[in-house]
């Protein structure tokens, strides 16, 4: 029975010691308050000295220098070539501008009278030009054999042979005529040379009469007044085009390459 008395006592006595041990002082709350005077009041903006704002590593030994110093360095080399770039694409408008000059082209067509001048003008836009591309002016043109005589004529054909054919046809209905060969009016079919300009205008009904309506007269002797029309700025394109319209339109008449104005 001592022994179970003596148990409980020492179970006891180890309980609260037990206990004795988790008790924890208690923590003086006053000793976390900061006392008023220690506090001192900054002025706005204001920042810490450099030297003790710097971390214990910025003491960067002098070794390290030189690979900063080395940055300005690369950005001045540099510099060069962004200025050099500007410069190559510059050149690239004016090479092109050459070239466009270079294939520029320029024509005239003429002498043309007026019925011819009517004719080519009604081929024009299918050139498709811009606007200023192509002018009228008149020229002079060579004088006249006969001094005060009206021509009476069939404009050019496409080809000579549709022209040899014209001035068969014409003959076979008892209008005389021939082929002119020599002068500005080279392929046209020439149906003769009258004194007064009632003979001609006679002949020219005649001729209409017999199918033919475009015949044509013009007054001869002294200088008479033609017609030129000026090409300038054609590419290859417009050029054969209007090469090909010349050729159907005015064959006996063909057209000069001239220098162009600027």
């Given at each position: 029975m001592k022994w179970f008395v003596g148990l409980i006592l020492v179970m006891n006595l180890l309980v609260a010691g037990y206990g004795a041990l988790k008790v924890r002082a208690p923590q003086d709350v006053h000793a976390q308050e900061v006392s008023p005077a220690m506090l001192k009041v900054l002025p706005e903006g204001w920042k810490p000295p450099v030297e003790s704002s710097l971390p214990v590593t910025a003491s960067t030994p002098a070794a390290s220098a030189p690979v900063v110093a080395s940055a300005p360095k690369t950005s001045v080399s540099s510099a060069p070539s962004a200025v050099a770039r500007p410069a190559v694409a510059a050149s690239k408008p004016a090479e092109v501008k050459a070239s466009t000059a270079a294939a520029a082209q320029c024509r005239e067509w003429g002498p043309l009278n007026s019925a011819l001048l009517a004719r080519a003008r009604?081929?024009?836009?299918?050139?498709?030009?811009?606007?200023?591309?192509w002018s009228v002016a008149d020229a002079p043109a060579a004088t006249?054999?006969?001094?005060?005589?009206?021509?009476?004529?069939?404009?050019?054909?496409?080809?000579?042979?549709?022209?040899?054919?014209?001035?068969s046809e014409?003959?076979?209905?008892?209008?005389?005529?021939?082929?002119?060969?020599?002068d500005d009016h080279k392929g046209a079919v020439s149906l003769g040379l009258f004194g007064k300009e009632e003979a001609a205008k006679a002949m020219m009904a005649r001729i209409r009469a017999a199918g033919y309506d475009k015949v044509a007269m013009e007054a001869r002797g002294g200088k008479a007044v033609s017609s030129v029309i000026s090409f300038?700025?054609?590419d290859d394109a417009a050029a054969s085009r209007l090469d090909a319209l010349q050729q159907r339109l005015t064959p006996g008449i063909r057209l000069k390459t001239v220098p162009c104005q600027p």
């Open positions: 009604g081929g024009l836009p299918g050139l498709h030009l811009k606007p200023g591309q006249g054999a006969g001094k005060g005589k009206v021509w009476v004529y069939y404009p050019p054909l496409a080809t000579h042979a549709e022209t040899q054919t014209l001035s014409l003959k076979s209905k008892g209008f005389d005529n021939y082929i002119v060969a020599g300038k700025g054609l």
